[in-house]
C-alpha cells in the first residue's frame, strides 16, 4: 500500500518517527522491482516503531480523503427566543442540570511521562497537531508533568448554550490538580460551570470509575449526563446522553449536534421520559426500556 502512494513522500518524512529511515525505506520499496524483496520491505516497515508510523500515515491519508468528500456544511446553531408560553412551560417543568464529563468528552488531552519521557494519549494525534492548553501539573509533589489538551470542535459554542438552558455541572474521572485547570480555561471566567466534581466523587466500582450521579442533583428527573464511557453512567443509564469518544478529529460536529436534542430535552418534565426509551445492548450497561411518560 505505502508503494502506492509515492506522491505522500514529504508526509513520510514528516510523520515517521525516524523521517530519514522511512524515507529510505520507501524509496526502496518504489525502486524495488522484486516481489519478494518488496514483502520483505514489507515487513520492515510494519516492525518496531514503524507500525506506529505506519498507522499514523493511513490515519492522515484518511483524514485528507475524508476531508475531500466531506461538504463544507460550516455548521452552527441559532439561537431563537422562546415566547411567553414556552417560558410559563419552561418554569413549570424547572431547570434541569447537565452532568458533563471532560476528557475524551470535551477535550482530549496527552503528556510526556516525566520517567520514560513516553508520550501518553499522544500516540494517535498527528504530529502537527497543535494543543489548544499547555499545562503544567504537579501531582503529589513530584516533578511537573506537561499535559497537551486538544478542544473538541465547537465546544465553546456548545458550552455557551447549554449554560443558557441548563445548569451545567463538570463531573469527570480525572484528578482534581489537572482537570480545574483544564475548566478554568474552558470556562475563560464567564462562570458556566461553578459546580464541579473529581475523581474523589466517583464510586470505585471495578475494573472501571463510576459516578454516582445523585451527588450533583438527587431529582434524578431533572438530571442527565453527557459521557463518552457508558461505565461511568452504569448505574443511572435513563439520565445518559452518550456521545463519541473524541480524541482527534478536525471535522468532529457531536458537540453541535446534540444542541437541538438538549433545547427540546429542558422541556420535558421528566428527562427519564425519553432518555430511558434508549434501549443498551450491552453487559456493561443495564438495559432498561421505558414504555410511559413521566
Ligand atoms: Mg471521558
Not at 116 to 121: A, K, L, Q, R
Request: one cysteine or more; a positive charge; glycine letters at 4%.
Amino acid at each position: 500500500m505505502v508503494s502506492q502512494l509515492p506522491a505522500q513522500s514529504a508526509h513520510l518524512v514528516k510523520l515517521a518517527p525516524s523521517g530519514q529511515v522511512a524515507a529510505a525505506v520507501v524509496s526502496n520499496l518504489q525502486r524495488s522491482r522484486s516481489s519478494s524483496a518488496r514483502r520483505r520491505l514489507i515487513s520492515i516497515l510494519f516492525a518496531g516503531d514503524l507500525g506506529n508510523y505506519i498507522r499514523r500515515l493511513l490515519a492522515h491519508v484518511a483524514r485528507k480523503i475524508g476531508a475531500l468528500f466531506r461538504p463544507d456544511l460550516a455548521l452552527t446553531y441559532k439561537d431563537v427566543a422562546i415566547s411567553p408560553a414556552m417560558a410559563q412551560k419552561l418554569a413549570e417543568v424547572g431547570r434541569k442540570t447537565l452532568i458533563l464529563d471532560l476528557d475524551e468528552t470535551l477535550v482530549h488531552s496527552c503528556y510526556s511521562d516525566p520517567d520514560t519521557h513516553d508520550n501518553v494519549g499522544c500516540n494517535l494525534l498527528p504530529e502537527d497537531a497543535q494543543p489548544d492548553y499547555v499545562l503544567s501539573v504537579t501531582i503529589e509533589g513530584v516533578e511537573p508533568i506537561s499535559f497537551r489538551v486538544f478542544k473538541r470542535p465547537h465546544v465553546d459554542e456548545f458550552l455557551e448554550f447549554v449554560s443558557k438552558w441548563y445548569d451545567v455541572v463538570i463531573y469527570t474521572a480525572s484528578l482534581e490538580v489537572y482537570a480545574a485547570q483544564v475548566v478554568d480555561l474552558l470556562d475563560a471566567g464567564r462562570g458556566m460551570m461553578p459546580r464541579r466534581f473529581y475523581r474523589q466523587h466517583c464510586r470505585n466500582s471495578a475494573p472501571l470509575i463510576a459516578k454516582d450521579l445523585t451527588l450533583v442533583n438527587p431529582d434524578m428527573s431533572g438530571t442527565l449526563i453527557i459521557d463518552n464511557s457508558p461505565y461511568a453512567y452504569r448505574d443511572f443509564p435513563e439520565n445518559a446522553l452518550p456521545i463519541k469518544t473524541f480524541i482527534y478529529d478536525p471535522g468532529d460536529t457531536e458537540l453541535l449536534k446534540l444542541l437541538p436534542f438538549l433545547d427540546a430535552l429542558r422541556f420535558t418534565k421528566d428527562v427519564r421520559s425519553i432518555l430511558g426509551r434508549r434501549v443498551v445492548r450491552s453487559t456493561m450497561v443495564r438495559s432498561t426500556v421505558s414504555s410511559t411518560y413521566r
